[in-house]
């Protein structure tokens, strides 16, 4: 009887151990959106970790060309994580009471006026011609508005803005049309560049912006988390910063791989990533660096156009530190 008894605690005991050590192993699925672009381009490392099992955290990833899939998935509770462009973030803070925030910046200003075939000298040339843009509501319109105002060019009187909906049809209509002006990010910027050796930059966003505003910089390129996620999840948020700068840091340093990796992941083509990554701005800045180069560029769309941010500038429950 005792000898019964003392097998029936031990497996008990047993029972528990395994059940312990179940719990001690489950990952955490993470659901991680980013656009097809720059934003994706530090990531694809952490991607193919993922892919092969080799990540700590389990990840879910979805790439999209347009930031309206994501702002609906978040809006959905359907996303943990976003990779998406800085004032959006903003933007999102204030429709949604707060409940994101931001945790990374991952790209830095990647935005120039380039043509095909023209003769731009001076933004004054620009007046009266037709530039194609993507990113309507998010960080090229409102860069672009910015420094044409700033240069006493009306942006709806004295320039035709047409926004495409993806920035790979953009450059395709740059690559094949002559006389074309647009304003791209990198990488495509270089593809167009690989199919047509007409194509130039005129003027590169940065620049521009410096020269107005000596002191910040442009950020292309946030990482958010939801507050809901973030509250339940702290462990697993902390690991995957730690994965994606150990990514970013992969990226940066080995260009060959990481070209194919974005090849792979049908990003851009990989001959393509080999030029273009170099030129991509891929950063992992957190912490107070981040608060202060966020901040300060969103300040300066708030003073041009408050809408551009949401209406209001985040405080400081938006930056996760």
Same mark, same amino acid.
């Given at each position: 009887?005792?000898?019964?008894?003392?097998?029936?605690?031990?497996?008990?005991?047993?029972?528990?151990?395994?059940?312990?050590?179940?719990?001690?192993?489950?990952?955490?699925?993470?659901?991680?959106?980013?656009?097809?672009?720059?934003?994706?381009?530090?990531?694809?490392?952490?991607?193919?970790?993922?892919?092969?099992?080799?990540?700590?955290?389990?990840?879910?990833?979805?790439?999209?060309?347009?930031?309206?899939?994501?702002?609906?998935?978040?809006?959905?509770?359907?996303?943990?994580?976003?990779?998406?462009?800085? $004032?959006?973030?903003? *933007?999102?803070?204030?429709?949604?009471?707060? %409940?994101? /925030? !931001?945790?990374?910046? =991952?790209?830095?200003?990647?935005?120039?006026?380039?043509?095909?075939?023209?003769?731009?000298?001076?933004?004054?040339?620009?007046?009266?011609?037709?530039?194609?843009?993507?990113?309507?509501?998010?960080?090229?319109?409102?860069?672009?508005?910015?420094?044409?105002?700033?240069?006493?060019?009306?942006?709806?009187?004295?320039?035709?803005?047409?926004?495409?909906?993806?920035?790979?049809?953009?450059?395709?209509?740059?690559?094949?049309?002559?006389?074309?002006?647009?304003?791209?990010?990198?990488?495509?910027?270089?593809?167009?560049?690989?199919?047509?050796?007409?194509?130039?930059?005129?003027?590169?966003?940065?620049?521009?912006?410096?020269?107005?505003?000596?002191?910040?910089?442009?950020?292309?390129?946030?990482?958010?988390?939801?507050?809901?996620?973030?509250?339940? $999840?702290?462990?697993? *948020?902390?690991?995957?910063?730690?994965?994606? %700068?150990? /990514? !970013?840091?992969?990226? =940066?340093?080995?260009?060959?791989?990481?070209?194919?990796?974005?090849?792979?992941?049908?990003?851009?083509?990989?001959?393509?990533?080999?030029?273009?990554?170099?030129?991509?701005?891929?950063?992992?800045?957190?912490?107070?660096?981040?608060?202060?180069?966020?901040?300060?560029?969103?300040?300066?769309?708030?003073?041009?156009?408050?809408?551009?941010?949401?209406?209001?500038?985040?405080?400081?429950?938006?930056?996760?530190?």
């Amino acid at each position: 009887m005792k000898k019964g008894i003392y097998i029936l605690v031990f497996l008990m005991i047993l029972s528990s151990m395994v059940g312990c050590s179940t719990k001690e192993n489950v990952q955490t699925t993470i659901r991680v959106a980013s656009l097809k672009g720059p934003t994706s381009i530090g990531l694809v490392k952490l991607m193919e970790d993922n892919k092969n099992g080799e990540s700590k955290n389990k990840y879910d990833f979805f790439m999209t060309a347009t930031a309206d899939e994501i702002v609906a998935k978040l809006g959905k509770g359907e996303l943990d994580v976003a990779a998406i462009p800085a $004032n959006l973030a903003s *933007v999102l803070y204030n429709k949604m009471d707060g %409940k994101i /925030s !931001v945790a990374a910046i =991952n790209t830095l200003s990647v935005l120039y006026i380039v043509e095909n075939g023209g003769n731009l000298n001076s933004l004054e040339d620009l007046k009266g011609k037709t530039i194609y843009s993507t990113g309507k509501g998010t960080t090229p319109e409102h860069v672009l508005n910015y420094v044409l105002e700033a240069n006493g060019i009306d942006p709806e009187k004295d320039v035709n803005i047409e926004y495409k909906s993806e920035a790979a049809e953009v450059a395709t209509l740059l690559a094949s049309e002559e006389d074309v002006i647009a304003l791209l990010p990198q990488p495509f910027i270089t593809a167009s560049q690989m199919k047509n050796d007409n194509i130039k930059i005129a003027f590169s966003m940065e620049e521009e912006w410096q020269k107005l505003n000596p002191n910040e910089s442009q950020v292309t390129g946030v990482v958010v988390v939801t507050d809901e996620f973030l509250e339940k $999840n702290q462990e697993a *948020v902390s690991t995957f910063l730690e994965e994606y %700068k150990k /990514s !970013v840091e992969f990226v =940066n340093s080995n260009v060959d791989e990481a070209a194919k990796m974005v090849g792979d992941l049908d990003i851009i083509p990989e001959p393509v990533a080999v030029k273009a990554i170099p030129l991509c701005n891929v950063v992992f800045i957190t912490g107070d660096e981040m608060e202060e180069k966020l901040g300060g560029y969103l300040a300066v769309l708030h003073g041009s156009d408050p809408k551009s941010v949401g209406g209001n500038l985040p405080d400081e429950e938006f930056y996760f530190k």
